[in-house]
């Protein structure tokens, strides 16, 4: 058996740990130092802009293109496994328009996007009032609607995908700390292997060890002699309640525009955000509470009746944004040949999951040349 150790619990470890649970001759070890789910991807909304987004070709457009594809099996496969239900918002995305400005760009997307299999609708004001009467539109120039984009619970994908991993045989442990790594230098290269992960739990042997631990995974790699930085980027977002929906049909859309975000939840509740936060000059980022009222205020501003909602929640979380490369880093550690990074996928990690994933796993196949075979 060859030993797998994946650090991390987010959405992206859980979802490598649940796609190499299906290969044979793996013993996977999934570890996080909090409960699955705790950091960035406890704080995501889980919408996923793919087709709406405007990558149309590369690396960008692809791990898009192969997630949307792999979510639309991979929920019900999930739910089916585990007997968990996984909260889906399938009515697509609404993205509103202030302005005319990039008409020809969204046409020229719609296009593309029409040739690649998929549906861009180019609304006008008109439309958006009949479709979304919930808007003000009196300040719009329409919007664009993508029907096969849409948004996921990040907390439950992620209870469900670690819930599944270990169905399939996955040894999940949580709470503990991971404080050094045992190495051995290969003969006749540069290069070194990480043999061991050392825990508050005790030893455990790797043959291969994944790293996706967002901002953890600053210092897992400085412990590795081979830093590569992450920052922290701080998002906020509140919950609202009202008496009844916004809505006034069951077309309950996401709605976008000028960096926010407006999603329905079931009964009469919206998740609203988020915002986007940096490192002051001493390196630390304190959730500003003004960033989060004008979050708010725009919300209001194109949902009036959000105004009569009572904010019963806020929150926030820090997404991993890599430093001087591109995100999100997958690829092997310098330095070693056994050591992977799937991380720092900033604002996109619940997006971009499922084709990290896929990524890891030919990674290691090619390298071990395993037949992927479903247990």
């Not at 404080?179 to 051995?184: A, I, L, V, W, Y």
């Not at 709605?255 to 926010?260: P, Q, R, V």
């Amino acid at each position: 058996m060859t030993k797998i150790v994946i650090i991390g619990a987010g959405i992206v470890g859980a979802t490598i740990a649940y796609e190499l649970s299906a290969i044979k001759g793996l013993e996977i070890t999934l570890i996080d130092e909090k409960k699955p789910g705790q950091g960035a991807t406890g704080a995501a909304l889980g919408i996923l802009m793919g087709i709406i987004s405007h990558k149309t070709k590369g690396r960008g457009w692809k791990l898009r293109q192969e997630s949307l594809k792999r979510y639309e099996t991979l929920l019900p496969e999930l739910e089916s496994l585990t007997g968990l239900t996984i909260p889906c918002n399938r009515d697509g995305i609404v993205l509103l328009r202030s302005s005319a400005e990039d008409e020809e760009n969204w046409r020229k997307l719609a296009q593309i996007r029409q040739e690649q299999g998929y549906c861009l609708e180019i609304w006008d004001k008109e439309t958006l009032t009949q479709k979304c009467p919930q808007v003000a539109s009196e300040h719009l120039y329409g919007a664009i609607y993508s029907p096969r984009d849409h948004q996921i619970n990040p907390a439950l994908l992620t209870e469900a995908l670690v819930a599944a991993a270990a169905i399939r045989g996955v040894k999940c442990q949580f709470g503990l700390k991971v404080e050094n790594f045992g190495k051995t230098e290969l003969h006749g290269s540069n290069l070194r292997q990480c043999t061991q992960v050392y825990s508050s739990n005790g030893i455990e042997e790797s043959d291969f060890l994944v790293l996706s631990a967002g901002i953890g995974s600053t210092a897992l790699t400085e412990t590795l002699s081979h830093p590569v930085e992450i920052r922290p980027v701080l998002g906020q977002a509140l919950q609202i309640k009202l008496t009844q929906p916004l809505e006034s049909s069951d077309f309950k859309p996401i709605l976008t525009g000028n960096d926010l975000h407006i999603l329905p939840l079931a009964g009469a509740e919206y998740w609203i955000g988020a915002t986007v936060e940096f490192m002051d000059e001493k390196g630390e980022i304190i959730a500003d509470t003004a960033l989060l009222e004008q979050v708010y205020q725009k919300a209001v501003a194109f949902c009036p009746s959000l105004a009569a909602g009572a904010i019963v929640r806020t929150w926030s979380g820090k997404r991993p944004r890599p430093e001087k490369k591109s995100a999100p880093i997958i690829e092997y550690l310098p330095g070693y040949d056994n050591v992977i990074l799937a991380t720092g996928h900033y604002r996109n990690g619940v997006l971009l999951a499922p084709a990290t994933a896929k990524i890891v796993r030919e990674m290691l196949s090619d390298k071990l040349g395993l037949a992927e075979k479903v247990c």
